[in-house]
């Protein structure tokens, strides 16, 4: 008989020694993990690239997004759904406050934005914005610079590349991780300036105006100031919280494997996002060529790339860290090849680490159903042999008293080549995974950190030509 078990929410760990399982109650009680630290960003300097008009409003909104702001109604009993904004300020919560100076501004004329969206390619107009950009950070005062999309759409004007798709052969698109095909603005401008300084910060007009566009389902504002703040704090330089680590823990390194064809479509690369247990910062690595394999029809690498690519991200984890780990976990977004198996257990071998977990996950999983209305709980887990798992990263949770998705919630499929591995252990190292997304204070993310990122990246560096090397900070790609 299959039984379903539902294991307990992980926490994460804010001011030293504070834990909590969501991360906007976790900060508005005890601040970020880095509170402590001297060097962690107690302002954020920011630089503005847009419209006149545009810079003019989202200023304005940051500058109220310095006091509280009103969570959305909830239903009784659902009250923990939706948290207040307290205020991006040195006082509550980050305990940080923003920057707003008018010498850091790069203002597109309206002329401008209309001569070049008509009848101007998509470079064009990343051109125009990296300029502006490129000179904000020349100042070396900004930590972050914040740019204003186009109103006007221009994801789908004339490119010279290749509409190939962004993700990856090997999965299907999910349908609300807002997967885009071809290139767009977000993507190509993030390729364009990997080179500068402060990362960007990529926004849209109804962030701060709190107007929905057609098509687009807007969040509270209380909820679309925790998700940009977030991820302010975080590009700046800051933890905003970080994975509980007990002092018997192995020091580990989670490496995560995707694929992305480049914008030309001649190649299949992986991308890596590599990530540290504590903060949740990554290190990325681009690796070799793959190849489409004739037996399953998804990508795979050589063993000697399988190698070189897990070398090449412990290299990265020591320059860091000054210190090698004792555990790697790698998870892959596709099966593994005996020739990528031997790779990567090679690389360990060179590098002295005990030590390795090999870890598939898969959005194709089988779907389980509960009594009542609601749908499995996340954290929910169902053995199907002793190397496979149904792993629900979303579902109903506990703390909210209700499901918070839109749709269906579709598992994970979590299998590891050794029988050896402790999937209840896996399964809540990739539960915790999941809420390390600086891009949002969201509890319930489908995809761990891993995967995520190194999807991301791929996104990002299919339009980094092969002769430049890629940026490392993880921040640069968000």
């Keep these: 008989m299959i039984r ?92 940080s406050q923003l920057v707003l100076n008018d010498s850091l501004v790069g203002v597109i004329p309206e002329r401008e934005l209309r001569r070049l969206a008509n009848p101007a390619t998509l470079v064009d107009i990343v051109e125009c914005y990296a300029e502006r950009a490129a000179s904000l950070s020349e100042t070396g005062r900004c930590d972050v610079v914040m740019c204003c999309r186009p109103d006007q759409p221009v994801d789908n004007l004339d490119t010279d590349a290749a509409s190939e798709p962004a993700v990856e052969p090997d999965t299907e698109e999910d349908e609300s991780d807002g997967s885009i095909i071809g290139r767009n603005f977000h993507d190509l401008l993030k390729a364009r300036t990997l080179g500068l300084g402060p990362p960007l910060q990529v926004i849209r007009r109804h962030t701060w105006e709190g107007k929905a566009e057609k098509g ?83 990508p795979h690498l050589h063993e000697a790339e399988a190698r070189s690519l897990l070398v090449s991200s412990l290299s990265a984890y020591r320059t860091v860290h000054g210190h090698q780990p004792a555990r790697v976990v790698l998870h892959k977004s596709s099966a593994f090849s005996e020739a990528e198996i031997s790779g990567f257990e090679a690389a360990v071998d060179e590098k002295d680490i005990d030590h390795l977990e090999l870890i598939w996950l898969s959005r194709r999983a089988p779907r389980f159903f509960r009594y009542g209305q609601l749908p499995p709980m ?25 499901y918070p998705g839109m749709y269906v919630p579709q598992p994970l499929l979590v299998r590891s080549v050794s029988g050896d591995v402790d999937l209840r252990r896996a399964a809540i190292e990739i539960l915790g995974l999941s809420k390390m997304n600086w891009n949002n204070a969201q509890l319930d993310e489908r995809d761990p950190l891993t995967i995520r990122t190194a999807r991301r990246v791929g996104d990002i560096l299919r339009h980094v030509p092969d002769s430049e090397p890629p940026a490392t900070r993880y921040a640069k790609y968000m």
């Excluded at 887990?381 to 109903?396: A, E, F, K, M, N």
Aim: net charge neutral.
């Design 378 to 402: 996340r954290c929910t887990t169902v053995q199907l042999d002793p190397t496979t798992i149904v792993l629900y990263t979303r579902g109903s949770i506990e703390l909210f008293r209700t």
């Design 4 to 95: 379903a078990h539902v294991l307990r929410e992980p926490p994460l760990e804010f001011r030293p020694g504070c834990r909590h399982e969501d991360p906007r109650m976790g900060l508005t009680r005890y601040g970020p993990a880095d509170i402590e630290t001297p060097d962690r960003p107690s302002t954020v300097t920011v630089g503005f690239v847009g419209s006149a008009e545009q810079i003019s409003g989202l200023q304005s909104w940051l500058a109220r997004c310095s006091s509280p702001i009103a969570p959305k109604s909830a239903k009784p009993g659902q009250e923990n759904l939706h948290v207040a904004f307290p205020g991006f300020r040195s006082d509550e919560a980050f305990n």
């Design 216 to 298: 687009v389902e807007l969040q509270d504002e209380a909820t679309r100031a925790w998700n940009l703040h977030v991820a302010l704090y975080y590009k700046a330089g800051g933890s905003p919280w970080r994975l509980p680590r007990h002092s018997t823990d192995l020091q580990t390194c989670f490496v995560g494997v995707s694929f992305y064809r480049s914008a030309d479509g001649s190649s299949l690369r992986t991308a890596v996002a590599q990530v540290f247990n504590e903060l949740g910062d990554g290190v990325v690595v681009r690796g070799g060529t793959a190849v489409l394999s004739k037996d399953d029809r998804v």
